[in-house]
């Protein structure tokens, strides 16, 4: 009973460097999301996904590409990486917009 | 546009004692509303929802929320504080508006201690 699957756990990145954030879900969820987790901010929307295909952009997107070539998947990408980027990023999935988020268990993300 | 306040970033209770935390929200339309918990270095799990059914909400663990219009709040509580009960708690929001409709809109969490 996997749900949201995020790969990797843990990474260190260089300032400039590029990288790509994996999530699947196995519940057959339309709805994908994409989210950084920072001290004191909450969760903070990146881009989501309302099926395959597509794709639009949350409340910070700024940064990051997104891609949802197959229903299960749905890419975090970080194209430059900068030191502001340092977060965990939580994957989620529902089944329907306004029904529960299923979440992963995180991305700890590091920029030196 | 919707949003969410929890008051109190860190709430220190003993163990037995009454769990009390606090959500308000601000919303136009009747509102869906979650609860969620976070362990440390996991993801979020979801407490309980309030979809316009019944006023007081039943989730896991023992906890309960209860919506009131009136003073647009969906506090969660539970009677007896266990040790395991230390987490940090997310209210939540389902936004209406726009493109991001059906988004959540998250508050920025309440970090539960418990105290033998």
């Known amino acids: 009973n996997a749900g949201v699957t995020q790969t990797p756990k843990f990474r260190v990145l260089k300032t400039g460097q590029s990288m790509t954030l994996l999530c699947a879900q196995d519940?057959?969820?339309?709805?994908m999301y994409w989210y950084r987790q920072d001290p004191g901010m909450g969760l903070r929307l990146i881009h989501y996904?309302?099926?395959?295909?597509?794709?639009a952009k949350g409340e910070v997107p700024d940064g990051y590409n997104v891609s949802r070539l197959k229903k299960q998947n749905f890419l975090l990408g970080l194209e430059s990486a900068a030191p502001s980027q340092t977060s965990v990023y939580f994957c989620a999935s529902s089944g329907d917009r306004g029904q529960p988020q299923h979440f992963g268990d995180g991305t700890r993300l590091s920029i030196l | 546009a919707q949003s969410v306040t929890q008051l109190g970033s860190h709430v220190s209770v003993s163990e037995g004692a009454l769990v009390l935390l606090r959500c308000n929200y601000s919303s136009s339309v009747p509102p869906y509303l979650f609860w969620y918990v976070q362990y440390p270095n996991q993801g979020l799990q979801l407490l309980l929802k309030?979809?316009?059914?019944?006023?007081l909400v039943k989730g896991i663990n023992g906890f309960e929320a209860e919506f009131k219009k009136s003073e647009t709040s969906f506090h969660l509580t539970k009677p007896s504080a266990h040790m395991s009960d230390a987490a940090e708690y997310f209210c939540a929001v389902r936004s209406y508006y726009g493109g991001s409709q059906g988004n959540l809109i998250f508050g920025k969490g309440t970090k539960l201690s418990v105290k033998p």
């Open positions: 996904s309302v099926g395959e295909g597509t794709t």
């Open positions: 519940m057959n969820h339309e709805y």
């Open positions: 309030y979809t316009s059914a019944a006023t």
